[in-house]
């Protein structure tokens, strides 16, 4: 009798709630009942309300049951759980799951479905198409295809990717690197995580590919310390892929050298900044550099750098394999192809959805996250990390895509999403936002080190307020605060600071004190 597969996640947040009690449970259950299994342990397919999810190959696909706690795998076996069979978590066949059937995954295609550090999987799985099409072709050719594509930065500017390389390219150098920020501090984000743990070989390709376009021949992987699974599994895909020629001094015989280091930071939320996170490559404290010269310029020591987050790095291999026009034709507008969105806060169904630019807000939050959580309305949902505005309902139907948040002062950021029921304190929030920048910030700025202090001191006052009057002085002068640190800092972490706490001060004036006009109230 054949053993039945059976997958199990690896993903640090399945693990986190119970994975590995589950896969021993089913290894110990299933010797005891002389069951033959082979159990994959997989990346996750990002439906976190339903993890640890366990998957069972039959000959109709692959089936799905979860949440799984170690003491439902009796039942689960008794059930037939090897054959597909009925069970109260039961899920029915995976991809028919109404939360991944209605996704467009083109950057998570693999997610959940092959096991993350076997090559014969991700080769099977159309991995290493891209990096053969562009080794292929010239390095201008790969710039082109990448700037046809469309495709922008993930990591919150949305800066046109291929412009970054090109510049690289352009720039003479003996040395050049491509540096990948995998620092991923934003509140309610994981995608880049969910991409080391479960589909490394998709993030080496991709950086493979940006260091033939741009002439580099070093990379590295800036890893933030929180994720010591991400930098495991990394570290043991770069090994893999270097064995089979898929990184080295002769790249499947090509003659072009690449090869990728993997780097732990030091737990500093202003290293997600580019070149903060070089100075930390390069051993230093992590301080934001001034600009120019632009990194693409004169980056990791002094030299022309390629600088992309892991969502842009993955999204390239299938830019290469099925040409341009393929990912172009998902989006809207100027914003390209599909935003790994995720889900968090106070809704039911959390998790990781992938879709084309152009979806709501709204649809994210009732369809795929079923609510809130607690019951209760859902109040504000801020939308790209700690320094993304708190957006109010009135604004849930607007297109998710760079240019249609530009508008009304909304960033999508790196598609975080997080969500506030209506017992949320706004003020309370808006003043965590000014309180996490002077923890956070390098420090080499005045507008950021000592707006975002002053920022929690007159929040506090305006919250303590004795009148009215007194409240209206507090918040001109928080506003004149803002302005300043909006249009006075180094890098984002300052200028981004008081988006947070405008928009909770315009959009929940309540919160502060403030009739719905915004004048202090008696």
């Known amino acids: 009798m054949n053993a039945v597969t059976v997958f199990v996640p690896r993903d640090s947040a399945a693990r986190a709630l119970g994975a590995d009690a589950v896969a021993q449970a089913l290894r110990d259950e299933c010797a005891r009942r002389g069951l033959g299994i082979d159990l994959v342990r997989n990346g996750s397919r990002g439906l976190y309300w339903l993890e640890p999810m366990v998957e069972v190959a039959t000959a109709d696909g692959r089936v799905a049951y979860g949440p799984v706690q170690p003491a439902d795998v009796p039942g689960l076996l008794d059930s037939g759980l090897l054959q597909g069979g009925g069970h109260a978590l039961c899920q029915g066949p995976t991809e028919s799951i109404d939360y991944l059937a209605r996704q467009q995954r083109l950057c998570f295609a693999r997610m959940g479905i092959t096991d993350p550090l076997s090559l014969a999987d991700y080769q099977a799985h159309e991995g290493w198409s891209g990096l053969r099409a562009a080794l292929a072709l010239q390095p201008q050719q790969i710039v082109e295809q990448v700037m046809e594509s469309g495709l922008r930065g993930r990591g919150g500017a949305a800066f046109p990717t291929a412009i970054k390389w090109r510049t690289v390219l352009n720039t003479p150098s003996p040395q050049k690197y491509v540096v990948c920020n995998a620092d991923e501090g934003d509140s309610g984000t994981y995608s880049d995580r969910m991409v080391m743990e479960g589909d490394p070989f998709m993030l080496i390709e991709g950086m493979t590919i940006a260091a033939l376009a741009s002439g580099a021949t070093r990379g590295y992987v800036y890893i933030r310390s929180e994720y010591p699974d991400a930098m495991a599994v990394m570290q043991q895909a770069l090994a893999s892929a270097r064995h089979a020629g898929f990184l080295g001094p002769d790249i499947l015989g090509s003659g072009r050298g690449f090869d990728i280091e993997a780097r732990l930071g030091a737990g500093s939320y202003v290293c997600g900044e580019e070149t903060a996170m070089l100075d930390s490559l390069e051993g230093k404290r992590g301080v934001v550099r001034a600009k120019p010269p632009l990194p693409a310029v004169s980056g990791l020591f002094g030299q022309p750098t390629v600088i992309n987050n892991v969502i842009s790095f993955a999204s390239v291999p299938l830019i290469l394999a099925r040409g341009a026009a393929f990912y172009r034709d998902y989006g809207v507008g100027r914003s390209r192809g599909t935003l790994p969105l995720q889900l968090a ?178």
């Open 345 to 522: 806060g106070n809704v039911k169904r959390p998790g990781l959805v992938e879709l084309a630019f152009g979806a709501s807000l709204r649809d994210l939050l009732f369809d795929f996250g079923g609510g809130s959580a607690s019951g209760r309305p859902i109040k504000a949902v801020q939308v790209g990390g700690p320094l993304g505005t708190y957006i109010p309902e009135s604004r849930w139907d607007v297109p998710l895509d760079y240019e249609a948040y530009a508008a009304f002062g909304g960033v999508l950021g790196h598609g975080g999403i997080v969500a506030h029921d209506d017992s949320a304190d706004m003020a309370a929030l808006a003043r965590y936002a000014m309180e996490f920048c002077a923890i956070e910030s390098c420090g080499k700025c005045t507008p950021c080190r000592i707006g975002s202090t002053r920022g929690v001191e007159v929040i506090d006052r305006i919250t303590g307020a004795a009148d009215a009057a007194q409240r209206a002085q507090q918040v001109h002068l928080l506003r004149d605060l803002c302005d300043t640190m909006v249009h006075g800092s180094l890098c984002a972490m300052g200028g981004m600071t008081p988006y947070p706490v405008l928009s909770a001060l315009d959009h929940y004036p309540q919160d502060f004190g403030l009739d719905p006009a915004g004048a202090a109230a008696a």
